[in-house]
């Protein structure tokens, strides 16, 4: 390919067809939801080990050069153990002049015999079949599905999902699958979760075509049937040892619920169950929650029997006369809102004739708004628009609906949404109540967009089943009027949260655990970053989220792992150190994770000793494997978050990686490594999603450290990956002041504990493949150990049955998870959308940025499955499909030119920045590492971030002014008008600030005035702008002022923290600038004129 940009051959054959994402909607019976030892138990058994030794579970993904460990069929606690106080380890190096090991009951019992040990999951996964459609472009072969992750190609079926193999969702229509993958965890019966197989639901089309391979002899029975669901702990919920067909069937959730209302364990274990069920029938008369007055955002009373509103659970009686909330008008006046009482109305065009434009982008060359670029409205009466959800949470691709797969396929445009499901918000209704209401048949939550037929029933806008309003429903909270269900807030708000009843819960909800784990080899101590992560640690300890039942923990390790413990009472921490790598163990398991609130003072002592107990450390080795095989044990009963801080690329034990990147190779589309060289991580990860574990990775190193192995402990367990490339304490500030902010950021963002969420669409839709860090457990049920308020998710969607006599469609999500307070919470977001008949409805409702962010989703997955420069010929052909059915199929006059319409004006620039994007451009010297994290961030940001990375804004910002300005709580906040990314745009009397997301240059022209240098940067002139500046210096001068006001305003827009660099034509970090520069022309890449003419070319073959 000699012109990076374009595909070698022009043709339209190898487009983004392939549905190879992550996680095909199959079906499989994967339940594995947390363990059901006591939660509060600090009972930390050896035996819940996990033993890497044995055969992995996914021998079909092995790559033949991965030797795993030969079957270690006996457990060896051989481990060296010392023990010895802080103050007289002398520090890593010196092992032979530690204390003797400590005779300890603990330690004793450790050796004291064969302890059951945890086998490692079990995988099935029958041979891959072929996708019947799941493909969002019509007209070519479907290779079998592939997922995204990061595997050997020729395995098609490796997964990050375990689809349902019997259990089709009827809402969402998922009758097209017929290729069944299944994830089986099984486990030793004492620590176990249930396995859990669904039974056939006779109604669907495809039966089961997975057999079930029991990993080892405690693994699950076989085929037909769900296995039965052992536990230690004692079982009350009457279902757990009963078959339990899938979620989504309403036969199985009426009374499929449990109540964990006292403190003893639950054992059975589906969550596909809890967020599937929970749905009562007749009324709960007891509201369980005695925390349910705390809340985020403005909440409603809770309304117990009796349509009483008091803050207390249980009580009854007459109102109370003092109402917390809003009180609003009490007639009963209004008119309903819902699908039935649409109109034809729904077709009156609600788009600005500007909108309805064609135009040729050859003629036409500055379509770049000069404001943020707003997402297109849905095309829908005002009434229900008004009631949408927020497009920042929930984007559908095209804002109009085609009804039938046909059209759609004509459209040659992916049909998928993108969420961002637990952003933070401002505000958030949230509602407690003692029900909650859903569809009986399919489990919506009802929404602004069911119709109520009557005050006593509503027809569910999902399956069009017709429902009973329960009896409270009828009260409305807000007005305090009985008798007007349609005005609830759970009906006057797309996006709402709810206080989940223990029906939801499995167990009691967890209690915020977190563990650190510290790279402390003379790598990691020569970066420095160990002394800022406990400082920052020290700074925000009380800001963790969290109550009186955190737990906190730190693990280090080099070529030992070293344990802390802070048990309640010590003088000092003390610490444990493992040299037996090769069988990992867990001394002291009691006082490793401790109450944070009881042991504070342990906590920080240790936080402060830390940093200097390596200084002198000469142990060059990683054994991260073996860390992570031990932080997952010490938080498989409680899960929670792990926190690994690691410099280099890990080489003792398993999980041992070796340098596979050629620094040669860095330019080239071809023979890049992108796919694991292991599946340890991977294996592991999987391990701790299904203990309700989540592993964030904090890579700090210059060296290459296969991101595309270590990242799997992240991406499969809900995790998150920060990468920090040549992070140095001394060397780099500005990865240090990244660090700094980021890790304050990290520490006390919102987090939600074993979460899942679901999509739901209505049916004749059907949702295949999800993108995202997360593991599927069914059909459409992600696992996601723990959520956080920055990441982002996308799927994709198809067209099953048609939607002919259909006017609307919703989809909804729904995520359950546990707060950081214990409480159990439903976070719900439906959004409504048009259906249309022709292609050119289709087109004018495109989303071009939910578009180029579903594409670059798909594209990360083609570089994975197929090559880089395959990804990249896709990207393209995706252009020139659809734009050719634009004018083939809508144009009736073949005009010259590119014609397109308006909502796809920017489409060709959106994809030829994706080609210069890290992830997928060629040409230039992209280390494997930051090409990798690039694709992590494609797949985990919010569309609003990564559209910011891929197509950077550009401002000039010499001569900022209050014209226009944003004020935000007395601050005012220039807003310069959008540049287009070329060199034309500048001017060397000016200064210009690209912001790129994660990074910012101010690139300052020659020729700059005296006035910004002298006001702004605080230098006498252009030569004396240092080299490196990195910062802006505050000044007493209004221009200072606006800059400063203007950058902050933007870095507060995000949840990382971008660099600024201030740049001069001298500086080397100038081609970085330039890079960026999506409509210029590079070495390696087309300019943006050159790409249109390219596509112009194809277009009117
Ligand atoms: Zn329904």
Same mark, same amino acid.
């Not at 959520?787 to 359950?816: H, I, K, R």
């Given at each position: 390919?000699?012109?990076?940009?374009?595909?070698?051959?022009?043709?339209?054959?190898?487009?983004?067809?392939?549905?190879?994402?992550?996680?095909?909607?199959?079906?499989?019976?994967?339940?594995?939801?947390?363990?059901?030892?006591?939660?509060?138990?600090?009972?930390?058994?050896?035996?819940?080990?996990?033993?890497?030794?044995?055969?992995?579970?996914?021998?079909?993904?092995?790559?033949?050069?991965?030797?795993?460990?030969?079957?270690?069929?006996?457990?060896?606690?051989?481990?060296?153990?010392?023990?010895?106080?802080?103050?007289?380890?002398?520090?890593?190096?010196?092992?032979?002049?530690?204390?003797?090991?400590?005779?300890?009951?603990?330690?004793?019992?450790?050796?004291?015999?064969?302890?059951?040990?945890?086998?490692?999951?079990?995988?099935?996964?029958?041979?891959?079949?072929?996708?019947?459609?799941?493909?969002?472009?019509?007209?070519?072969?479907?290779?079998?599905?592939?997922?995204?992750?990061?595997?050997?190609?020729?395995?098609?079926?490796?997964?990050?999902?375990?689809?349902?193999?019997?259990?089709?969702?009827?809402?969402?229509?998922?009758?097209?699958?017929?290729?069944?993958?299944?994830?089986?965890?099984?486990?030793?019966?004492?620590?176990?979760?249930?396995?859990?197989?669904?039974? !056939?639901? &006779? $109604? =669907?089309?495809?039966?089961?075509?997975? +057999?079930?391979? #029991? /990993? @080892?002899?405690?693994? %699950? *029975?076989?085929?037909?049937?769900?296995?039965?669901?052992?536990?230690?702990?004692?079982?009350?919920?009457?279902?757990?040892?009963?078959?339990?067909?899938?979620?989504?069937?309403?036969?199985?959730?009426?009374?499929?619920?449990?109540?964990?209302?006292?403190?003893?364990?639950?054992?059975?274990?589906?969550?596909?169950?809890?967020?599937?069920?929970?749905?009562?029938?007749?009324?709960?008369?007891?509201?369980?929650?005695?925390?349910?007055?705390?809340?985020?955002?403005? !909440?409603? &009373? $809770? =309304?117990?029997?009796?349509?009483?509103? +008091?803050?207390? #659970? /249980? @009580?009854?009686?007459? %109102? *109370?006369?003092?109402?917390?909330?809003?009180?609003?008008?009490?007639?009963?006046?209004?008119?309903?809102?819902?699908?039935?009482?649409?109109?034809?109305?729904?077709?009156?065009?609600?788009?600005?004739?500007?909108?309805?434009?064609?135009?040729?982008?050859?003629?036409?060359?500055?379509?770049?708004?000069?404001?943020?670029?707003?997402?297109?409205?849905?095309?829908?009466?005002?009434?229900?628009?008004?009631?949408?959800?927020?497009?920042?949470?929930?984007?559908?691709?095209?804002?109009?609906?085609?009804?039938?797969?046909?059209?759609?396929?004509?459209?040659?445009?992916?049909?998928?949404?993108?969420?961002?499901?637990?952003?933070?918000?401002?505000?958030?209704?949230?509602?407690?109540?003692?029900?909650?209401?859903?569809?009986?048949?399919?489990?919506?939550?009802?929404?602004?967009?069911?119709?109520?037929?009557?005050?006593?029933?509503?027809?569910?806008?999902?399956?069009?089943?017709?429902?009973?309003?329960?009896?409270?429903?009828?009260?409305?909270?807000?007005?305090?009027?009985?008798?007007?269900?349609?005005?609830?807030?759970?009906?006057?708000?797309?996006?709402?949260?709810?206080?989940?009843?223990?029906?939801?819960?499995?167990?009691?909800?967890?209690?915020?655990?977190?563990?650190?784990?510290?790279?402390?080899?003379?790598?990691?101590?020569?970066?420095?970053?160990?002394?800022?992560?406990?400082?920052?640690?020290?700074?925000?300890?009380?800001?963790?989220?969290?109550?009186?039942?955190?737990?906190?923990?730190?693990?280090?390790?080099?070529?030992?792992?070293?344990?802390?413990?802070?048990?309640?009472?010590?003088?000092?921490?003390?610490?444990?150190?493992?040299?037996?790598?090769?069988?990992?163990?867990?001394?002291?398991?009691?006082?490793?994770?401790?109450?944070?609130?009881?042991?504070?003072?342990?906590?920080?002592?240790?936080?402060?000793?830390?940093?200097?107990?390596?200084?002198?450390?000469?142990?060059?080795?990683?054994?991260?494997?073996?860390?992570?095989?031990?932080?997952?044990?010490?938080?498989?009963?409680?899960?929670?978050?792990?926190?690994?801080?690691?410099?280099?690329?890990?080489?003792?034990?398993?999980?041992?990686?070796?340098?596979?990147?050629?620094?040669?190779?860095?330019?080239?589309?071809?023979?890049?490594?992108?796919?694991?060289?292991?599946?340890?991580?991977?294996?592991?990860?999987?391990?701790?999603?299904?203990?309700?574990?989540?592993?964030?990775?904090?890579?700090?190193?210059?060296?290459?450290?296969?991101?595309?192995?270590?990242?799997?402990?992240?991406?499969?367990?809900?995790?998150?990956?920060?990468?920090?490339?040549?992070?140095?304490?001394?060397?780099?500030?500005?990865?240090?002041?990244?660090?700094?902010?980021?890790?304050?950021?990290?520490?006390?963002?919102?987090?939600?504990?074993?979460?899942?969420?679901?999509?739901?669409?209505?049916?004749?839709?059907?949702?295949?493949?999800?993108?995202?860090?997360?593991?599927?457990?069914?059909?459409?049920?992600?696992?996601?150990?723990?959520?956080?308020?920055?990441?982002?998710?996308?799927?994709?969607?198809?067209?099953?049955?048609?939607?002919?006599?259909?006017?609307?469609?919703?989809?909804?999500?729904?995520?359950?998870?546990?707060?950081?307070?214990?409480?159990?919470?439903?976070?719900?977001?439906?959004?409504?959308?048009?259906?249309?008949?022709?292609?050119?409805?289709?087109?004018?409702?495109?989303?071009?940025?939910?578009?180029?962010?579903?594409?670059?989703?798909?594209?990360?997955?083609?570089?994975?499955?197929?090559?880089?420069?395959?990804?990249?010929?896709?990207?393209?052909?995706?252009?020139?499909?659809?734009?050719?059915?634009?004018?083939?199929?809508?144009?009736?006059?073949?005009?010259?030119?590119?014609?397109?319409?308006?909502?796809?004006?920017?489409?060709?620039?959106?994809?030829?920045?994706?080609?210069?994007?890290?992830?997928?451009?060629?040409?230039?010297?992209?280390?494997?590492?930051?090409?990798?994290?690039?694709?992590?961030?494609?797949?985990?940001?919010?569309?609003?971030?990564?559209?910011?990375?891929?197509?950077?804004?550009?401002?000039?910002?010499?001569?900022?002014?209050?014209?226009?300005?944003?004020?935000?709580?007395?601050?005012?906040?220039?807003?310069?008008?959008?540049?287009?990314?070329?060199?034309?745009?500048?001017?060397?009397?000016?200064?210009?600030?690209?912001?790129?997301?994660?990074?910012?240059?101010?690139?300052?022209?020659?020729?700059?005035?005296?006035?910004?240098?002298?006001?702004?940067?605080?230098?006498?002139?252009?030569?004396?702008?240092?080299?490196?500046?990195?910062?802006?210096?505050?000044?007493?001068?209004?221009?200072?002022?606006?800059?400063?006001?203007?950058?902050?305003?933007?870095?507060?827009?995000?949840?990382?923290?971008?660099?600024?660099?201030?740049?001069?034509?001298?500086?080397?970090?100038?081609?970085?600038?330039?890079?960026?520069?999506?409509?210029?022309?590079?070495?390696?890449?087309?300019?943006?004129?050159?790409?249109?003419?390219?596509?112009?070319?194809?277009?009117?073959?």
């Amino acid at each position: 390919m000699s012109q990076p940009g374009v595909p070698s051959s022009g043709g339209a054959s190898t487009g983004l067809q392939v549905q190879n994402g992550a996680a095909s909607s199959l079906g499989s019976p994967y339940v594995n939801g947390p363990v059901q030892n006591a939660l509060m138990s600090s009972q930390v058994s050896v035996s819940q080990g996990y033993n890497s030794q044995l055969p992995g579970p996914y021998p079909h993904l092995m790559p033949a050069k991965t030797s795993l460990n030969p079957v270690s069929a006996q457990n060896n606690y051989g481990g060296s153990q010392t023990v010895c106080t802080l103050s007289n380890y002398q520090g890593p190096g010196q092992t032979l002049n530690r204390p003797p090991m400590v005779s300890n009951p603990v330690t004793t019992s450790l050796h004291s015999g064969p302890v059951p040990r945890m086998p490692p999951p079990t995988s099935q996964i029958p041979a891959a079949t072929s996708m019947p459609s799941g493909s969002f472009l019509a007209g070519v072969n479907l290779p079998p599905p592939l997922n995204w992750q990061y595997s050997s190609p020729s395995t098609g079926s490796q997964t990050n999902h375990c689809p349902h193999p019997s259990s089709q969702p009827s809402i969402s229509g998922n009758t097209n699958v017929t290729t069944n993958h299944q994830h089986v965890f099984s486990g030793d019966p004492s620590l176990q979760n249930s396995c859990l197989k669904s039974g !056939s639901v &006779p $109604s =669907l089309v495809n039966p089961p075509a997975t +057999t079930f391979q #029991p /990993g @080892t002899p405690l693994g %699950p *029975p076989p085929v037909k049937g769900p296995p039965p669901v052992r536990a230690l702990a004692p079982q009350k919920s009457s279902h757990s040892a009963v078959l339990q067909p899938s979620f989504n069937s309403a036969i199985n959730q009426e009374g499929g619920t449990s109540n964990t209302s006292n403190e003893s364990m639950v054992v059975h274990n589906s969550y596909d169950e809890i967020e599937g069920g929970g749905f009562l029938a007749t009324p709960q008369l007891t509201n369980k929650n005695p925390k349910m007055g705390r809340n985020v955002g403005y !909440s409603y &009373p $809770s =309304l117990p029997p009796g349509y009483q509103n +008091t803050p207390l #659970p /249980g @009580t009854t009686g007459m %109102p *109370p006369s003092s109402l917390n909330y809003p009180s609003g008008p009490l007639a009963f006046n209004q008119t309903p809102v819902g699908a039935n009482h649409l109109t034809a109305s729904v077709h009156g065009l609600s788009l600005h004739p500007e909108g309805l434009r064609v135009i040729n982008l050859l003629q036409e060359r500055s379509m770049l708004p000069t404001t943020p670029l707003q997402p297109p409205v849905p095309n829908l009466h005002e009434d229900i628009q008004k009631l949408n959800c927020n497009p920042e949470l929930f984007r559908c691709t095209l804002t109009s609906i085609p009804q039938t797969q046909a059209l759609l396929n004509k459209a040659k445009l992916p049909l998928g949404l993108l969420l961002h499901p637990f952003k933070d918000l401002v505000q958030l209704p949230v509602v407690t109540s003692s029900t909650i209401v859903r569809c009986r048949s399919c489990r919506t939550y009802i929404n602004p967009f069911v119709s109520f037929l009557d005050q006593r029933r509503w027809k569910c806008n999902l399956c069009y089943r017709v429902n009973d309003v329960p009896e409270e429903f009828m009260y409305n909270p807000l007005t305090r009027v009985y008798g007007e269900p349609h005005r609830r807030p759970e009906v006057q708000n797309a996006t709402i949260e709810f206080m989940a009843p223990s029906e939801y819960m499995l167990r009691p909800p967890q209690p915020p655990v977190y563990l650190f784990v510290f790279d402390v080899s003379h790598n990691a101590v020569e970066t420095g970053y160990l002394n800022l992560v406990c400082q920052s640690l020290l700074d925000n300890l009380d800001l963790l989220p969290g109550n009186t039942r955190t737990k906190i923990g730190f693990i280090t390790f080099d070529s030992t792992i070293h344990f802390y413990s802070l048990q309640e009472g010590l003088s000092q921490p003390q610490m444990l150190i493992v040299s037996d790598i090769e069988d990992v163990f867990i001394p002291m398991p009691e006082n490793l994770l401790v109450n944070l609130n009881e042991s504070k003072e342990l906590v920080q002592d240790l936080l402060k000793t830390l940093p200097q107990m390596f200084t002198k450390t000469l142990e060059t080795q990683s054994a991260l494997g073996p860390a992570l095989q031990a932080a997952f044990k010490l938080m498989s009963p409680t899960g929670g978050r792990i926190s690994v801080f690691q410099t280099q690329l890990p080489n003792l034990g398993v999980g041992a990686l070796k340098p596979r990147e050629e620094p040669n190779q860095r330019s080239s589309a071809k023979e890049i490594h992108l796919t694991p060289s292991t599946d340890f991580y991977k294996k592991l990860a999987l391990d701790c999603s299904g203990q309700q574990v989540a592993v964030d990775l904090f890579l700090l190193s210059g060296q290459y450290s296969d991101l595309a192995s270590l990242g799997c402990i992240s991406r499969y367990s809900a995790g998150s990956v920060y990468y920090y490339p040549s992070y140095h304490h001394q060397h780099n500030p500005v990865q240090v002041q990244k660090l700094q902010k980021e890790l304050h950021r990290y520490l006390t963002r919102k987090i939600g504990f074993e979460a899942v969420m679901r999509i739901r669409c209505t049916k004749g839709l059907s949702i295949h493949t999800f993108h995202g860090n997360f593991f599927v457990r069914s059909t459409d049920l992600l696992s996601l150990p723990n959520v956080n308020p920055d990441a982002g998710y996308a799927v994709q969607m198809s067209v099953e049955e048609n939607l002919t006599d259909t006017q609307l469609v919703s989809f909804q999500s729904a995520l359950l998870y546990t707060s950081s307070k214990g409480e159990r919470r439903i976070r719900v977001h439906t959004l409504c959308l048009p259906v249309v008949s022709t292609l050119n409805e289709v087109f004018l409702g495109a989303d071009v940025q939910a578009i180029s962010g579903l594409l670059a989703n798909m594209a990360v997955d083609r570089c994975i499955t197929a090559s880089l420069s395959d990804a990249r010929d896709a990207l393209v052909n995706a252009v020139i499909d659809s734009l050719s059915a634009y004018r083939s199929l809508v144009l009736s006059n073949q005009q010259p030119g590119l014609m397109v319409p308006f909502s796809l004006r920017l489409f060709p620039l959106f994809v030829l920045a994706l080609l210069k994007q890290k992830s997928f451009q060629t040409g230039t010297n992209t280390r494997l590492d930051e090409r990798i994290f690039a694709m992590c961030q494609v797949k985990n940001q919010p569309l609003v971030y990564f559209m910011l990375t891929t197509h950077p804004s550009l401002y000039r910002v010499d001569n900022l002014s209050d014209e226009g300005a944003l004020n935000i709580n007395d601050r005012t906040i220039p807003q310069p008008p959008i540049l287009q990314l070329s060199v034309e745009k500048l001017s060397r009397d000016g200064a210009f600030l690209m912001d790129a997301g994660s990074v910012m240059m101010l690139w300052v022209g020659k020729n700059c005035g005296q006035n910004f240098l002298n006001h702004v940067l605080g230098v006498q002139n252009y030569a004396s702008i240092p080299q490196t500046m990195t910062d802006l210096p505050e000044l007493d001068t209004a221009e200072s002022a606006r800059t400063i006001a203007f950058i902050s305003w933007l870095r507060e827009q995000r949840p990382f923290f971008p660099i600024l660099y201030v740049i001069r034509d001298e500086s080397p970090i100038k081609a970085n600038f330039l890079q960026n520069m999506v409509e210029d022309r590079t070495e390696s890449a087309l300019s943006y004129y050159e790409f249109l003419l390219h596509i112009q070319q194809q277009v009117n073959k």
